[in-house]
């Protein structure tokens, strides 16, 4: 059973930057595409980015495209999410997921099975 530990969230200033990381363990990551999925009080979950268990197809949502940049490291079973010009409408927990799709509507969480426990982010003067 995959498991997955997602740590690196605060607060953190309008145009601040931070670096989400992903460890799993239970079973080897390379076997997964990675979601990172955020959801905001009150608002459904939502996709980020997502990137292939060979790193070669990555995608982004539009509201982080150009902001955010997603990557892995199969070798040490982890992965990140790097944020930067982070925006108050950022805030939210985020979290890292295990599964089989990166595709246009990789938001659609039915293609994740496995869910780490979140990390808050807070974006706030």
């Known amino acids: 059973q995959l498991q997955l530990v997602e740590s690196g969230g605060g607060l953190v200033q309008p145009g601040g930057s931070l670096r989400l990381s992903c460890a799993a363990s239970g079973f080897p990551l390379e076997h997964y595409v990675v979601g990172w999925f955020r959801q905001a009080p009150g608002k459904e979950r939502e996709g980020v980015s997502c990137i292939t268990s060979s790193g070669k197809t990555i995608r982004y949502a539009d509201s982080v495209k150009g902001r955010f940049t997603i990557s892995r490291d199969n070798a040490k079973n982890t992965a990140a999410l790097q944020m930067d010009i982070l925006k108050p409408e950022d805030k939210a927990i985020y979290y890292c997921?295990?599964?089989?799709?990166?595709?246009?509507?990789?938001?659609?969480?039915?293609?994740?099975?496995?869910w780490g426990q979140g990390t808050q982010v807070t974006v706030s003067s």
């Open positions: 997921a295990g599964g089989s799709w990166c595709g246009s509507d990789f938001s659609d969480t039915s293609g994740f099975d496995h």
